[in-house]
């Protein structure tokens, strides 16, 4: 529908060399300053254990509500403050990342595995098999995304598992969409037709001759849906239909907050400003792996 | 046009058929609704008798088809949460959201449109990195928390607008901005790809041969023709109002069918949100079906086109 055909594909046909590669990934700032961001919020989270200065669910109610260290009440116990129940916010919001890295890591996995396996036999299988594909995801296009993943999430009940399944298998259509497009350019090239020719197996094929040159669409759509896994996830937890308490989910922290957050806006504010650093870095990523691979730099 | 029309029409009422099924299982397999009838502490015998009398013993094929039979003849069931008819309760919050939705499309253009046109005329000037910037920050910030941030500052510290609420015009505004602000990027960027790429072209080189003003020239010849996309992406759009006015309208409780059916799920209300979940998809159908029509007719080359 309008969706499958409006999305655009990058051009394929220029292949760039090492040494081009590593220049244009150098003179790119935003993929420099994304990657740059990322690396550090993956340490973080791989390292909370070790620079978290106190323990995330450690409630202390003689400590409540404290401001981040640059307001007039603060103190250098508590960079960030504390919440409502008394729990360091900067140890929250460094373990939060956690969260939110493994829900982008694990649907991007799971919804990237079912998009691009029906995208790739779409596009090169084409007639039959290409028109059920469709079929499915205009289907899925047309559930409504967090209506649906909020009412399953609601009756299954809500742990950090069950959100990244729930929206693993709902979020695959845009692999799929983009899958398809790229198969269908590549199918018809030479070399394609050549391994064919030379008698390779279709799974062969598909694995050793279509997948690679597809490769930096995927990786794009990957980062894509990462992004919006975490912030679908941030959502759910907010609505309180994702990950539950006492977890330190950002969104989960903005809901917790909320009831506060005309007197204390610091609580919303710190885990908002860390998604928004963490979905902005993954898609400067993103952005910048398109124009890297893309033929000519930057369109 | 009407073999392609046909074609098209035949395609949607089969999607509609097979999104209400997958609506009507996915909400069933994940609950136990004799349970949930039968509220908490119920015993076994009660929820065996609800079982029988709701005829949730029947096969669910027979079941699907009782409860699509029943919807389109306009009976939803009875809410279990409000105890009243889902039928009227759904009507009666439906208004509040085609509103938000129109308002926020409305506000969405009205943004959109100049800073793509300006966008277009001007690559790489302030204009642009400003229209990029807007888009990069929307893609990052979380739409509840920037609702959260506009209730703060428009509600709270300047005291201009109500913080929550449906009660008058004034309610709408926040969250008409909040949506809105979510799809323009997407409007935006196609206007500006779809001006840069038409006034390149040879008929607007001609316009402006023939000695007309710029002014003209822009709105008139070039804006028509890449306004063409940009109305089936509106459409589209309009779809993914409807499905995100459940996260904005729960914020700013803006009493509206996303209002209602976060209520529903919270309430494990299945009816309500059954009836929801098909609506909204129902909609989003009908809406890609317009938009696709309506592509077809501004554009020969698509329904003609390679027969796919």
Request: with cysteine; proline share 4%.
């Amino acid at each position: 529908m309008t969706d499958v055909a409006a999305i655009p594909v990058l051009d394929l046909t220029a292949a760039s060399s090492g040494a081009l590669l590593r220049r244009r990934i150098l003179a790119h700032r935003g993929l420099l300053i994304g990657t740059g961001l990322l690396t550090f919020i993956v340490m973080v989270a791989l390292f909370a254990p070790l620079i978290a200065p106190h323990d995330p669910y450690a409630q202390d109610l003689s400590r409540r509500m404290i401001p981040p260290v640059w307001y007039e009440k603060g103190n250098w116990a508590h960079l960030f403050g504390t919440d409502n129940l008394g729990r360091d916010y900067l140890s929250r919001v460094l373990y939060g990342s956690q969260i939110s890295l493994l829900i982008g890591a694990a649907v991007m996995v799971i919804s990237g595995l079912i998009g691009t396996a029906l995208g790739l036999a779409a596009g090169f299988f084409g007639g039959r098999v290409d028109m059920i594909v469709t079929f499915i995801i205009t289907v899925r296009l047309a559930l409504p995304l967090i209506l649906v993943a909020l009412a399953v999430v609601a009756t299954v009940g809500g742990s950090l598992w069950v959100v990244i399944l729930v929206l693993g298998l709902l979020k695959w259509d845009r692999f799929a969409v983009v899958m398809r497009a790229a198969t269908q350019q590549v199918r018809v090239l030479d070399y394609v037709a050549a391994a064919e020719a030379a008698g390779a197996s279709t799974l062969r094929v598909i694995v050793g001759e279509v997948l690679p040159n597809v490769l930096p669409q995927l990786v794009v759509v990957a980062t894509v849906e990462a992004a919006s896994a975490i912030l679908l996830e941030a959502t759910l937890s907010f609505l309180g239909l994702g990950v539950q308490p006492p977890l330190p989910s950002w969104g989960l922290m903005i809901a917790e907050a909320k009831t506060y957050m005309f007197f204390s806006f610091w609580l919303i504010a710190i885990p908002g400003t860390a998604l928004a650093i963490l979905v902005f870095a993954v898609n400067m990523v993103g952005d910048g792996i398109r124009d890297v691979s893309a033929p000519g730099g930057r369109g | 046009m009407l073999i392609y029309a046909l074609k098209r029409l035949g395609l949607a009422v089969l999607v509609a058929v097979v999104v209400s099924a997958l609506a009507f299982l996915l909400l069933r397999a994940s609950g136990d609704v004799a349970i949930a009838l039968a509220g908490e502490g119920a015993r076994s015998e009660d929820i065996e008798n609800i079982r029988r009398i709701y005829g949730l013993d029947r096969p669910l094929v027979v079941q699907y088809l009782d409860w699509a039979a029943k919807m389109a003849r306009g009976d939803f069931g009875t809410s279990l949460f409000f105890k009243t008819d889902v039928h009227a309760l759904v009507l009666d919050k439906l208004p509040t959201t085609a509103l938000l939705a129109l308002f926020s499309l409305i506000f969405a253009l009205a943004v959109s449109l100049p800073l793509g046109i300006l966008a277009a005329l001007y690559p790489n000037s302030w204009i642009d990195r400003l229209c990029l910037a807007l888009a990069v920050i929307g893609q990052a910030l979380p739409s509840f928390f920037f609702a959260l941030i506009l209730m703060i500052v428009f509600a709270v510290m300047l005291r201009w607008l109500p913080v929550s609420g449906s009660n008058s015009w004034a309610h709408f505004v926040l969250p008409t901005v909040v949506l809105g602000y979510y799809i323009a990027p997407a409007i935006m960027r196609l206007v500006r790809a779809g001006m840069i790429e038409v006034l390149a072209s040879d008929y607007v080189r001609t316009a402006r041969a023939k000695g007309l003003s710029s002014s003209s020239v822009v709105l008139k010849h070039a804006l028509r023709n890449a306004l063409v996309p940009v109305v089936a992406l509106a459409a589209v759009q309009l779809g993914f109002l409807l499905g995100g006015s459940v996260v904005i309208e729960t914020v700013f409780a803006l009493d509206g069918l996303g209002y209602l059916a976060y209520q529903s799920i919270t309430h494990k209300d299945l009816p309500v949100t059954q009836a929801i979940v098909t609506l909204l998809s129902l909609i989003y159908v009908g809406l890609t079906l317009a938009a696709d029509l309506a592509n077809a007719w501004l554009d020969p080359r698509i329904r003609v086109g390679s027969g796919t």
